[in-house]
């Protein structure tokens, strides 16, 4: 569809505005000669507001939101309402809206479901992964970097989203907040969910909420996964720990199960032969810890634990800096390792 097939798209669905805002934004109301809602999520709120007739100030269907700036047309409200990613399902959601003739979709092409993805579901876990964005030059780098991690290949299991839904709640008032995106995956790189970190808009820190970490969908045995495992991996419990660990031994695949219950019951690859634990230095740590090793030497992996000299070893690399760091996990890892994977980092 070329960008004159759009914006008259975007005329038409503009002359029958409320109704389009009706259908999509269900959760707001009319007032005047606007339709104010939360937002074009269709979350409950009055920050945003699409005119709906043609006025001096502009035509109808444009809107705007109050509380951070974006505006649009009802093109992207639909985009956003749905859930949609590509924007040829845009374009059928709308045409199928004006009772449109939909131009024959391509055989080798799946379309996307434009009904909302069940909350917390793996649906809505890939969906709101696949709406975020490549994490260079966003606040996540910024806030990856702020606490010393600076090798950042290999994660594009990590993405940003500038304005993620937050909900302190159930009663409370839903708040957005730049993310760091994290893709749950199982072995053969499925999605299964996704964890969001809410962080602050330049970056500096965690968001300043209650509750700055919360996962959906299926982690059961999955983790956020760094590198492809052979016969050696890591798995510990957060991101930002595995990471520090990763600044180290930046060529050994690395995987993050998000909590020490789910590090406990992480899956082993069927070619894995040795597993690092990647520790907290805490109570849950250490049940974890001696869980793993349980399961891991009844499937006939060698288990070695990696300990911290302080709480985590993201701690470790932000106060003792990287140089500890790396002479703390070589003289825990392996002898074949040492040889392997820091030959391979150096």
């Known amino acids: 569809m070329t960008r004159l097939d759009a914006s008259d798209l975007a005329n038409r669905l503009g002359r029958e505005a409320e109704a389009v805002c009706r259908h999509y934004l269900g959760a707001g109301h009319r007032q005047g000669n606007y339709w104010q809602v939360g937002d074009a999520r269709n979350a409950p709120g009055r920050s945003m507001f699409v005119r709906l007739k043609a ?3 502009g035509p109808a ?10 505006h649009g047309d009802l093109l992207d409200v639909i985009r956003e309402s749905c859930g949609l990613i590509d924007f040829a399902d845009v ?10 003739p939909r131009p024959e979709p391509a ?9 909302p993805a069940p909350s917390g ?8 992964f696949a709406m975020s964005q490549p994490i260079g030059g966003t606040s996540v780098e910024a806030y990856l970097r702020n606490r010393g991690i600076a090798a950042l290949h290999g994660t594009g299991n990590l993405r940003f989203h500038p304005r993620c839904y937050y909900r302190p709640d159930d009663h409370g008032p ?17 999605i299964t969910g996704a964890h969001r970190t809410w962080i602050a808009p330049d970056g500096s820190d965690k968001a300043p909420i209650d509750t700055q970490r919360k996962a959906m969908g299926d982690l059961l045995g999955h983790a956020v996964r760094f590198g492809i495992a052979g016969e050696v991996m890591a798995a510990g419990e957060g991101i930002e720990s595995v990471l520090s660990a990763r600044q180290a031994i930046p060529h050994m695949a690395m995987a993050a199960a998000l909590s020490a219950a789910h590090l406990a019951s992480i899956l082993f690859p069927e070619t894995l032969r040795r597993l690092y634990i990647v520790r907290d230095n805490d109570p849950a740590g250490d049940s974890a810890r001696d869980s793993l090793v349980e399961r891991a030497n009844t499937a006939g992996i060698e288990a070695i634990v990696l300990s911290p000299v302080l709480e985590d070893f993201n701690e470790d690399l932000r106060r003792l800096g990287i140089d500890t760091l790396r002479a703390n996990l070589r003289v825990q890892l392996a002898p074949p390792d040492v040889a392997r ?4 980092a150096g």
């Open 55 to 57: 006025t001096a100030k």
């Open 61 to 70: 269907g444009k809107w705007t939101d109050a509380a951070t700036g974006e």
């Open 91 to 100: 374009v059928a959601e709308a045409r199928t809206f004006l009772s449109l």
């Open 107 to 115: 055989p080798e092409k799946k379309k996307r479901p434009s009904t």
């Open 121 to 128: 579901s793996a649906e809505a876990a890939r969906r709101l």
């Open 174 to 190: 839903t708040e957005t907040w730049p993310a760091m995106i994290a893709a749950v995956t199982d072995l053969r790189g499925t």
């Open 341 to 344: 994977f820091w030959l391979e």
